[in-house]
């Protein structure tokens, strides 16, 4: 028997060791190591990350969704049907929720960050900072105790590099409720030199790392140390807490660096299962049917996830999009403040440029999205909290031409820009009286966030501003 844990320990351990055909470039791996996070940890946390081996070789076994147990020990993900989809990775929390479930302390053993490198057009590396939490602890709620527990927990930070230096750092936490996208400049950083000093935007050490405020207990990811309410109920509210003084992880001796996107095989294929990386959830709580989570929820799906930016759930001003993987933009394009128009610089990728003249003009159109706040809604009324209109920008589209400038009319002064989007129509935009047809005759792509900041160092709060400067290096398809 111990002969046999031996060699199945070891087969795990050769599933995770990164595989080298999965393996960034040299340069991108340094450029990894480069801005790895230093992670700060809530003074009273108990539930640290671990490695990805430490938990599928742990006591979790894989199981339907009526607790039926499939496989005991975990098998490879490539001899799973429908690589695991409709499995959970379960184990007894009773047991092991003041054990196992507990990770791995960075300060007294050496869990991973997961890093995914994927370079992108116009100069753009973006690094997905990921970790893995064995447990998630919840909230107490008064009245209805702790809910929101789950096995399992992906949580991450996206830098972006722009011809190998940082431009901006998206902190992720509960969909899309997190600090989310902010400028480098504006970016909690750290020395190696004084690795438990003040974590200071202003931090002058051209060697300097970001620093990320893992949530008490959720892991959620913000920039700063504090509370941080992401639900605002009638009864209730829903908070994040994190602060300085507990441990400090710096990440960079710690990285399994991952190409993205690449096929998964043999020390990867873990990357590959579409199952539950935790237990499923209960239903039988008293108050499910006005609040749907219990004490324990279902985990989440690995980091290979359709939706890394929470879009699809969000119910925000900027509640107008679609799901993005790892291919896609961040959580927000930031965006400085105009005085006049907005002017948007965009790029198509290189299916939608045209390689040949066309006898019928097609348009290339913006359309920017303003939201305005309903000052009668409520968190108890059904009244929306914003309402929208748009403003719109044509140009026609030409012949092997990829990069386009366009200058869009400003919201009304009541309003702000909450998203834009890029289409192809078979009209122009700019005749008000035949607009709503012309735009039947369009096809837009996934509305992206709008985020706009002060070029003045001295403001760092977001703006709400009726119109914005926008380079936004992430191609459109069209």
């Given at each position: 028997m111990a002969l046999l844990n031996v060699a199945l320990f070891v087969a795990f351990t050769l599933l995770i060791r990164p595989l080298a055909l999965a393996a960034p470039t040299d340069q991108n791996s340094l450029l990894a190591r480069r801005y790895a996070p230093q992670f700060r940890f809530h003074k009273d946390e108990v539930y640290f990350p671990s490695t990805v081996e430490y938990f599928l070789t742990g006591p979790v076994t894989l199981t339907d969704a009526s607790g039926k147990t499939l496989a005991s020990p975990l098998p490879k993900v490539s001899s799973m049907s429908n690589f695991g989809a409709g499995t959970f990775m379960t184990t007894d929390t009773k047991a092991n929720l003041n054990g196992f479930l507990r990770g791995q302390n960075p300060n007294t053993a050496q869990p991973s960050t997961y890093v995914f490198v994927a370079p992108k057009s116009n100069g753009v590396v973006d690094l997905y900072?990921?970790?893995?939490?064995?447990?998630?602890?919840?909230?107490?709620?008064?009245?209805?105790?702790?809910?929101?527990?789950?096995?399992?927990?992906?949580?991450?930070?996206?830098?972006?590099?722009?011809?190998g230096v940082a431009t901006s750092i998206d902190y992720h936490a509960h969909d899309d409720k997190g600090s989310g996208t902010i400028p480098w400049t504006q970016a909690p950083k750290f020395s190696s030199s004084t690795p438990n000093g003040n974590a200071d935007p202003n931090n002058s050490d051209p060697d300097a790392r970001p620093v990320a405020y893992i949530a008490y207990g959720s892991h959620g990811m913000w920039s700063k140390a504090g509370t941080f309410t992401y639900i605002d109920a009638v009864v209730f509210k829903l908070q994040d807490v994190t602060s300085d003084q507990?441990?400090?992880?710096?990440?960079?001796?710690?990285?399994?660096?991952?190409g993205y996107p690449e096929t998964y095989t043999e020390s990867l294929e873990w990357l590959n299962y579409q199952g539950t990386w935790g237990n499923k959830g209960a239903t039988n709580c008293w108050w499910y049917w006005m609040y749907k989570q219990c004490e324990l929820v279902t985990g989440p799906n690995g980091p290979l996830r359709a939706d890394v930016l929470g879009s699809a759930k969000s119910t925000s001003a900027h509640s107008l999009l679609n799901p993005a993987n790892m291919r896609g933009p961040l959580s927000q394009t930031l965006a400085s403040i105009s005085t006049g128009d907005s002017q948007y610089t965009i790029y198509l990728d290189t299916a939608s440029v045209p390689q040949q003249a066309s006898s019928i003009s097609q348009y290339l159109s913006v359309v920017q999205t303003c939201a305005t706040h309903n000052t009668t809604s409520t968190a108890s009324s059904d009244e929306p909290e914003y309402s929208y209109s748009s403003t719109y920008s044509t140009i026609v589209l030409a012949k092997g031409k990829s990069k386009y400038n366009f200058s869009v009319s400003p919201c009304d002064p009541s309003a702000f820009v909450a998203t834009y989007s890029v289409g192809l129509c078979a009209s122009d935009l700019s005749d008000s009286a035949t607009l709503d047809q012309d735009l039947t005759d369009c096809s837009f792509g996934a509305a992206r966030r709008i985020r706009a900041f002060s070029t003045d160092p001295s403001v760092t709060d977001i703006q709400e501003v009726p119109s914005v400067v926008v380079e936004d290096l992430d191609d459109w398809s069209l």
């Open positions: 900072y990921w970790v893995y939490c064995p447990y998630n602890l919840g909230k107490k709620v008064p009245l209805l105790g702790m809910i929101g527990d789950h096995v399992g927990d992906w949580e991450r930070i996206t830098i972006r590099t722009v011809n507990g441990v400090y992880w710096d990440t960079k001796d710690h990285l399994v660096p991952i």
